[in-house]
């Protein structure tokens, strides 16, 4: 009787590996782009030169958003900024 062996971990997708443990770091290039609107945009914006990278804090401004989706935007939208110059 063959059984079909099941792989020893399975699949995650880039959000779980990112928070899967601190001390873990997981390539950005791994991520999937998060959407924010536009006033979301311009309150992380302005947010962000306020208290730098206090992701919890801009992240407590915007209901639905965790910090770890709020830090993931900005280093998204960042790293194109980077590539256009």
Known sequence: MDKQSKPKHPKTNAYATSVASSSE??????WEEIAMT?????????????????WDLIAGRIPGRTAEQIERFWVMKNHRRSQLR
């Open 25 to 30: 770091e997981v390539s950005s290039l791994e």
């Open 38 to 54: 536009q006033e979301e945009d311009e309150l992380i914006c302005r947010m962000y030169k306020l208290v730098r990278q206090r």
